[in-house]
């Protein structure tokens, strides 16, 4: 019924199939041991910085002449101003931080 020329190609074919799932194989090892090690770059980063954030001195833009100068920073007002200017910055520097993370 078959001759032995189909034999061989069928099993040249099933050589062929084997070789091409092994080599598949092989590049999606190699890709999950990238991804797991870029993973673990990024997380070390992000910790780093978060980090840095922490330990940087918690200046005031009103201290550094960043205010508006018509409130003075000693009245309650002044306190107020410095401390929501404070506040956002704050949060400018955490949705950095987020964004690294999810990068």
Do not use: C, N
């Not at 032995?4 to 062929?16: G, I, L, M, Q, T």
């Not at 084997?18 to 999950?32: G, S």
């Amino acid at each position: 019924m078959y001759s032995s020329s189909d034999a061989f190609r069928e099993k040249e074919v099933a050589a062929e199939s084997k070789y091409v799932h092994d080599h598949d194989r092989e590049l999606i090892e190699k890709l999950r041991k990238d991804l797991a090690k870029k993973t673990t770059e990024q997380a070390a980063a992000a910790a780093a910085l978060e980090a840095a954030i922490d330990a940087a001195p918690k200046v005031s833009p009103i201290d550094v002449g960043y205010g508006s100068g018509s409130v003075s920073s000693s009245s309650p007002l002044g306190k107020k101003e410095a401390a929501l200017e404070e506040k956002y910055f704050r949060d400018q520097d955490k949705e950095k931080l987020e964004r690294l993370k999810k990068h």
